[in-house]
């Protein structure tokens, strides 16, 4: 199956459409898991999250739903600082904040910076191979060494299909397809990574994050694109999770769910994943 989701599940411009005015922002998940089964939770990547929020946020969704944690900074981004006594001893105890809700995980997310170089790739076959939860580990690259075609590219390749973890695709070519000509397609200009979108798939459960333009029509184009990759997976067997975003984010849930429907359209015995509110053609026109 294929599981789709938001960066967020919460947005202001989402009221009254995901989730009614009246509910506390507290719990508004509950609300956001009617219509996707899957969430990036960028929370633990910024800060400490006790073991009682994570069950907080677990007691809202129902059994299908798959909560996509950002493994936290000080591992990802500043592993060199903290030492590797430190790093490895946060990312044991980051991965048993986890465990209790096993049931509800979906593909960790282990995000590095452009500074993580191919010189970095022991800490990162490490890292994978210390993953001991049952759950799928994917990891994302932001250095242009990586997406070379070469060596640095087939090395890393080699490293997560051996460590059986899944590689997070990039998609972030709509946003850098015109030049920035509004407020939110400057600030995702300036905030998202320009990397080359190689959809390489190294393990069962592949990511694929695609940053949306602001101008609907012109991502056609690469949902199209993102229809065929998608459907060779699922004919391979793969379960991939979409993240949509778009430059502001508040149109997100419209274009996942046209890429929900073109592959409704184009691959036999899919079934479709999103059933937005019938307010989903005028956050279109946002």
Known sequence: ?????????????????????????GARLGHYAKYFNSVEVGSTFYTD?????????????????????????????????????????AWA??????RP??????????????????????????????????TPLSVEVRSLAFFDKAESESTLLRLLANAQCDKVVMDSRPVFSTEAYCE?????QRKKPRVPC???ATAMHPVVRFIGHPDLERNHTWLDQWVT?????LEEGRE???????SDNIAAPTLASWLDEKLLASLAGYSSQIALPVQSEQMGLL
């Open 1 to 25: 199956m294929i599981r789709f989701g938001m960066a967020q599940w919460q947005h202001p411009a989402w009221v009254d459409y995901l989730y009614p005015r009246s509910e506390v922002a």
């Open 49 to 89: 999250v006790a073991p009682e929020q994570i069950e907080r946020w677990a007691s809202q969704v129902g059994e299908n739903f798959r909560f996509v944690f950002k493994v936290p900074r000080h591992i990802s981004h500043q592993f060199e600082e903290v030492g590797e006594a430190g790093c490895y001893k």
């Open 93 to 98: 105890e980051f991965q048993e904040l986890l």
């Open 101 to 134: 809700i096993g049931h509800l995980l979906g593909p960790t997310m282990l995000q590095f910076p452009a500074a993580v170089e191919p010189r970095h790739l022991p800490i990162i076959a490490n890292l994978c191979q210390s993953w001991t939860l049952a």
């Open 184 to 188: 939110s397609l400057i600030d995702a």
């Open 198 to 200: 190689h959809a390489i």
């Open 229 to 233: 990759k998608l459907s060779q997976w």
């Open 240 to 246: 991939p999770t979409v993240f949509v975003h778009s």
